[in-house]
């Protein structure tokens, strides 16, 4: 790759590295230069750009995120379409984080253009929140890095996330001639919290005296129910394999695999099992809601890893969670995981096709209604589609049946785009951070392009407003963060959003399309034959 200040002469094809003016406007960073960029440049008086042109030894930054996201998760992971060289990895469920630390560090020693970033291993993540992300530093990746990187994940992927799974916990819960009624509920409360928190639900508890026979027959009644995992909280902690709890877990067939571990609080956890169950002795700091180490073990076990003696002494690296005397007090507040944006489209049906005759929404594309092929498409990327329908809605209705949409009728499709506009946007729910606003008429645009769009989309580094392009025009769908749903509201007449993305230049990202589909629309029959041509 050759980086620097080039002639204009040796522009042509070259990755713009910071954004130059023009007289029409502004060239962004990351904008490949085409001959007539070149051309615009030179006549507004530029002589030289900062760019980056790659060689055949180079791989393309997102054609190289790509090629590792698709491939280093594994189960409860979803990749992200690449751009400006990063692709995230997203959960697709409730889990916890599985990484193989090893590997990850061999990756990121390989070369510095090329990074992988997780979340901790056996981090507690939710649906849709990012776990992993991919990003190369400069434009491209040399060739001979990319092939190592992809010969390290094999067929292995790096990280994954373990669904934590329904399941039905038992708590024995001992006490004491001294025990208050007041201990033996927060231990219940404590519990139940916690295995509800990780997907499970406490199915059954025994409150039994502190004794061995008492504890095993409590151990024996809750497997016999076939309780997965049993939790045992003592009224007295556990000091010894010869004390009351880890006595019962034999006595009542089963073996205690560990006792102890090195995390403070919970220290004095025990873990055992009978068969294939876990039996935990719950530490005392429990009752607090506070995390300790059993919440760790408690994690792993109700997303069905296994868990070893190995595992448990290998938790003293960052085992000490209690407040040191340089922190006294714990930072308020806690980060928000980052997740993926819940994006809507918004499928505008509801047009006269005055210049089409019939409605052109019903013509045949590739053996089926233009308005299913173009549906099909987006709703694939969006994670609900919303169609509006307006001049023969009926048989709009009808051409999609069967496909996971939304319907929305416009009466008012007459008065032009905006008002179809309006009562999409009016549909959507509270909770949607973003909509692909796609034209009914343009079968040709794929699911990709609306991946790519989302995967531009960042309101904080201001990217609220994502547009396709191809050769430097823009095209068709265009997504639009929750912040602009009242201006788009707030449109009349029959001239889409145009006049919007003319005021809002600094909230618009222009991703770069591989051909034209953005740029077609069937409006009217001779452009309807030469798209069935394509």
Not at 112 to 121: F, G, H
Request: aromatic residues 4%; glycine residues 8%; contains cysteine.
């Amino acid at each position: 790759m050759v980086f620097g200040e080039l002639p204009l002469a040796q522009a042509e094809g070259a990755i713009l590295a910071h954004s130059v003016k023009h007289a029409g406007g502004m060239f962004k960073k990351g904008r490949t230069l085409t001959a007539d960029d070149i051309a615009l440049l030179k006549a507004s008086g530029a002589a030289t750009v900062f760019a980056a042109k790659l060689s055949a030894d180079d791989v393309p930054e997102d054609e190289a995120a790509a090629a590792v996201a698709c491939i280093v998760g594994a189960g409860g992971t979803v990749a992200q379409a690449p751009f400006t060289g990063r692709a995230n990895l997203h959960a697709t469920t409730h889990g916890l984080a599985v990484v193989d630390t090893e590997r990850v560090r061999a990756l990121n020693r390989l070369h510095e253009s090329l990074t992988l970033a997780t979340v901790q291993p056996f981090a507690i993540v939710e649906e849709r929140e990012m776990v992993a992300t991919v990003k190369v530093i400069p434009f491209a990746v040399p060739r001979l890095v990319l092939e190592k990187a992809l010969t390290i994940i094999g067929s292995e992927p790096l990280i994954r996330v373990a669904a934590f799974r329904n399941k039905r916990a038992g708590l024995v819960i001992t006490r004491l001639p001294q025990t208050k009624p007041s201990i033996i509920a927060k231990s219940e409360d404590s519990m139940r919290e916690r295995i509800t928190a990780l997907g499970g639900t406490l199915s059954a508890v025994r409150v039994v005296a502190h004794e061995i026979a008492g504890v095993t027959a409590a151990i024996k009644a809750l497997r016999a129910e076939a309780c997965d995992p049993i939790l045992v909280f003592g009224a007295s902690a556990i000091v010894d394999r010869g004390d009351i709890i880890p006595m019962a877990v034999a006595a009542a067939g089963g073996e205690v695999i560990h006792l102890g571990m090195p995390v403070d609080p919970g220290n004095l956890m025990m873990f055992g099992a009978i068969g294939d169950v876990p039996v935990i002795g719950v530490p005392s700091c429990a009752r607090s809601p506070k995390l300790n180490g059993f919440d760790w073990v408690l994690a792993r076990v109700m997303a069905d890893l296994k868990v070893s003696a190995g595992d448990i002494m290998d938790m003293g690296a960052g085992g000490l969670l209690a407040e040191i005397p340089t922190r006294p007090a714990p930072r308020e507040g806690k980060p928000k995981p980052q997740r993926a944006p819940r994006v809507a489209a918004v499928v505008l049906a509801a047009g006269q096709s005055s210049r089409f005759g019939a409605n052109k929404l019903l013509a045949d594309m590739g053996g089926q209604p233009m308005i299913r092929r173009s549906v099909s498409a987006v709703r694939q990327a969006a994670d609900v589609t919303v169609v509006v329908t307006g001049r023969d809605a009926g048989s709009i209705e009808a051409a999609l049946e069967g496909l996971a949409v939304r319907f929305v009728h416009n009466a008012d499709f007459a008065a032009g785009l905006s008002t179809s506009l309006r009562a999409g946007v009016d549909a959507l729910s509270p909770d949607t951070d973003a909509a692909v606003i796609a034209l009914g008429d343009m079968p040709l645009v794929s699911a990709e392009v609306v991946r790519r769009l989302i995967a531009a989309y960042s309101p904080a580094e201001h990217r609220s407003i994502c547009v396709p392009v191809f050769r430097g025009e823009r095209g068709n769908p265009v997504l639009w963060g929750r912040q602009h749903f009242e201006a788009l509201k707030a449109m009349s007449g029959d001239k889409g959003a145009r006049m919007l993305l003319d005021q809002l230049t600094d909230e618009i990202v222009e991703i770069d399309m591989p051909d034209d589909a953005v740029l077609r629309d069937a409006d009217t029959p001779e452009a309807l034959a030469k798209m069935r041509k394509s």
